[in-house]
């Protein structure tokens, strides 16, 4: 009798004592090999090119070690069917179609789970600290050379493997902001962690710490990184210069944001500001209709998005989008035909009454992903402004519009893209938006400073030079 009940007493005193007690689904072998069929056929039903970045003999190998390996267990947990699918789906490196854990690991950590309590960044392979969220050592600028007796140089490979993006710089910002997650998610490090350390100046030290709190985590985090974490903000960084921060174009937040542009643009008309800098690098995209909606208070020089957009129209897509144009409609029902392209003309925006004509400039890097990518390329297309940083994190042409899903045994979700759009001016060169003036900003910063626009007062003459002197 006592076997019987001593698991039971075990979760009882684990939740006493405040441990967290890990609960994770598995499923048989036979479903697990289900659900990785299940993935692979709605890739290929409902990307327009999946292979556009691979092989398709090389993917048919890689789909069939991965078989071979769910069948030498006889269950799997979500996240060592996630750890053995996901690289798949990446390898396609298309940022848009994505397997996730999130859920899973947002269910972990809400119910008490303890997680990786730095924030850290990567650089050419290495882990280098930000900051300690539960403490003053190690400082920032020290770098993580194992965790929990795992080599940093393994765990990095490992997490390259999770992100499926064109963009090397990319795929490091993302595993930057997800470390957690995909720490987590790989080597089911579960709230106690040894780091093994180098700092600045070469010492070699030990830091033995618990986890932290998913809450105290996200406080922690915007504490550290302040500004950066919020959604828009407008600052004067000097009288003549209107700076522009905007995080994220989602589209849920349509009303708030076409509120505080028009706000922030009705202030800028009223500082008489000669500059605008719009601050893009920490955005990762959102909706087209919030940055078509930028774009008619920053230029009146007609525009489109995107000068093409190829849509598939897949069976599963069929079911959850309805066509509302009836040719569209008859050429997809009736003539069957599966991928359709929509051709845009330049247009000029509608008027708003505080529009900017002054010098447009956009701040870009590897974290400007996305819509954002896009609302860079059409600024630079239109030669509406001049772009400064680093190449964008997404491509100036590519796939998107994600088709989402479900695996119907582990319960995974999953991201398709099922459209292509080339930028505004018309071509694909597989790369990001390339900045007219390269330069480097800190990162760790919210923004750029008054004393970090160099560039700017570089610019000042030659901007001026073309334009009357008032």
Known sequence: MKNKYLPILIVIILAITGLHVAGETSISTTRAIEDARYLRDRLQQIHPNLYFATNVEVAKRKFQSVLEELRTRDSWSQRGLFRLLVPYVADFKDGHTFLSIHAEFNDYSTDGGKIFPLLVSLDSGNISITANLLGATPEAGAKITKINGIPAGH????????????????????????????????FKFDGLYSIDYKTKDGREEKLNTAGITIDRYRERKDQVLGKRELNWELSFP???????????????????????????????????????????????????????????????????????????????????????????????????????????????????????????????????????????????????????????????????????????NSGLDFGVSYKHFTRTGGFDDGRGVIPDIRAEFDQGSAQPEAGELSWLNNQQNDLYQDEPKE
Request: charged fraction near 25%.
């Open 155 to 186: 765990i990095v490979s490992q997490m390259e493997d999770l992100v499926g993006a064109a963009r090397k710089p990319f795929i490091k910002r993302k595993i930057s902001r997800n470390f957690p997650i995909y720490l987590w998610a790989l």
């Open 238 to 408: 000097r009288k003549d210069v209107a700076l522009l921060t905007l995080n994220t174009f989602r589209g849920n937040l349509k009303k708030e944001f076409q509120k505080f542009v028009k706000n922030s643009f009705r202030r800028i008309k009223s500082q008489d500001a000669k500059y605008l800098i719009i601050d893009l690098r920490n955005n990762g995209g959102g909706s087209t209709k919030l940055s078509d909606y930028l774009y008619r208070y920053v230029s009146g020089k007609p525009f489109c998005t995107f000068a093409e957009v190829r849509v598939k129209y897949s069976d599963p897509v069929l079911k959850k989008k309805n066509i509302w144009n009836p040719i569209t409609l008859f050429r997809v029902k009736v003539l069957g035909k599966k991928i359709i392209t929509y051709k845009n003309d330049l247009k000029p925006p509608p008027d708003t009454g505080y529009r900017f004509d002054g010098n447009l400039f956009l701040l870009t890097g590897p974290g400007t992903f996305s819509t954002a990518a896009d609302f860079a390329a059409t600024i630079k297309d239109v030669e509406a402004g001049t772009i400064v940083g680093e190449e964008t994190g997404g491509l100036a042409s590519s796939y998107g519009d994600i088709f989402s899903g479900e695996l119907p």
